[in-house]
């Protein structure tokens, strides 16, 4: 074990910095420990499982959790869990405008003095955004809605996910209220657009900042003021231990690849298509099915028309959980040749289900794939990419079951669930302790 895998070894149960936080008491899944509300953009949402799998694991753990979401009602969901979700999801627009407006003299009565105080908050943002005006306001309508239905509900600290909007939110209904807030920070969409969300107020103004990677938090300390760096904690997604069952990793004998993400930019599918026309060229046979959908499919598809892939390239679209493991195990390998990314959860799978992953040197997917769990290349290479998918397509299977047991290992190391859980829960009970 190098010196990396034993500081990761050490980190498995305490993957917040312990040196710069508070000491945290210890918690009882056992008992309640208050109510916490998860406010969000869209809920459920596709491509947001681990938002789905980090409330249940926090509802393990003993918490009550308020599902808040703007929009999402009326969403196309594939998965039944996904779908069961829906009616315990309270959405802000459902009412409409009107119970918007309402919601906003609500707020007005209620606090008059915090209610201007927060209007100024939210105008502000105006000077560096790069939306116009109305996005603002609408936020703030938002924030007053959300502001009265959390008091209703008696919540005691509000959680978000991504600094955007929802941190943008959750800033203006602790303005209003009072009530703290605390946001996860994936990228790298926050980074690219740090100061037009305000993300250091933003970091500034909450209770405290989760960083899903190493990486992440660096981003984070360049974009936070020095004090409020110790507020700053790594705690990393994670899979749930039933994700797959127990037993031997057995390599696909197919040749035959699978990539699984939001068919975008930051993903670079775009390459795939150029890589695959690369090795059909080569006269070899194999397939490559990507699993999911988004804004680059018509063009992910012309370059599939172009290069006359259609026999080598299959898109499924979005698929449910059972879908997406039965496609990794049918595979030989999950690729991946990101251009930007936070940590992507696609590969936590493809290596829980022992599969190797071929994927780029970005953000903080070194810091879980190795090369002996996979093939890391430069991000933008379609030579590297081309190189790693043959590289991967003429692995023995005794090299590929090597490749897949670290994986596995890794995975479980790094990113069980109900343990993230356990860093996350502490920090809330801390948070809560301190306002009591």
Not at 228 to 247: F, H, N, T
Not at 323 to 331: F, K, N, P, Q, T
Request: one cysteine or more.
């Amino acid at each position: 074990m190098d010196i990396h895998d034993r500081m990761l070894k050490d980190l498995q149960f305490r993957t917040f910095d312990r040196k710069t936080a508070p000491a945290l008491p210890r918690v009882c899944p056992a008992r309640k420990r208050g109510r916490l509300a998860y406010l969000t953009s869209q809920y459920p949402k596709v491509s947001h499982t681990f938002i789905r799998r980090e409330i249940q694991a926090m509802e393990r753990q003993g918490w009550d959790i308020v599902r808040l979401a703007v929009r999402g009602w009326d969403a196309e969901l594939v998965d039944p869990e996904d779908k069961a979700e829906l009616p315990r999801t309270i959405f802000a627009l459902k009412g409409g405008a009107g119970s918007l407006l309402l919601g906003v003299m609500q707020a007005l009565k209620r606090q008059p003095i915090r209610f201007f105080a927060t209007l100024r908050l939210a105008l502000l943002a105006i000077r560096c955004s790069d939306k116009p005006m109305a996005w603002h306001v609408a936020y703030f309508a938002e924030a007053c809605w959300f502001a009265n239905t959390l008091t209703n509900q008696n919540v005691s600290h509000l959680h978000v996910h991504f600094g955007s909007n929802p941190a943008e939110v959750a800033m203006l209904i602790s303005a209003l209220t009072g009530i703290s807030y605390s946001i996860t920070i994936h990228g790298p969409e926050e980074f690219d657009r740090a100061r037009a969300i305000r993300l250091r107020e933003k970091v500034g103004r909450a209770a405290f900042v989760v960083a899903i990677s190493f990486y992440c938090r660096s981003q984070l300390l360049r974009n936070a003021d020095m004090e409020d760096w110790p507020k700053i904690s790594v705690i990393r997604c994670g899979l749930p231990r039933d994700y797959v069952e127990a037993g031997p990793v057995i390599p696909s004998a197919q040749a035959r690849l699978v990539c699984i993400g939001r068919l975008c930019e930051q993903k670079g599918q775009l390459l795939l298509a150029q890589a695959a026309a690369a090795l059909a060229a080569e006269g070899r046979e194999f397939k490559l099915v990507i699993v999911g959908d988004g804004d680059d499919r018509p063009v992910i598809e012309q370059q599939i028309a172009k290069y006359s892939l259609g026999n080598i390239i299959e898109i499924t679209g979005w698929a449910h959980e059972a879908r997406v493991r039965s496609e990794i195990l049918a595979a030989r390998a999950l690729v991946l040749p990101s251009l930007a990314e936070g940590l992507p959860i696609a590969l936590m799978e493809a290596m829980r289900l022992g599969r190797p992953v071929l994927t780029t040197y970005v953000a903080g997917i070194p810091e879980l794939v190795t090369p002996e769990t996979g093939w890391l290349f430069p991000a933008g290479s379609t030579d590297d990419l081309v190189n790693a998918m043959r590289a991967c397509l003429d692995s023995t299977p005794e090299h590929l079951l090597a490749m897949g047991m670290r994986a596995r290992e890794r995975v479980q190391l790094l990113h069980d669930l109900d343990a993230q859980a356990r860093s996350l829960s502490a920090l809330f009970e801390a948070i809560l302790e301190g306002t009591e």
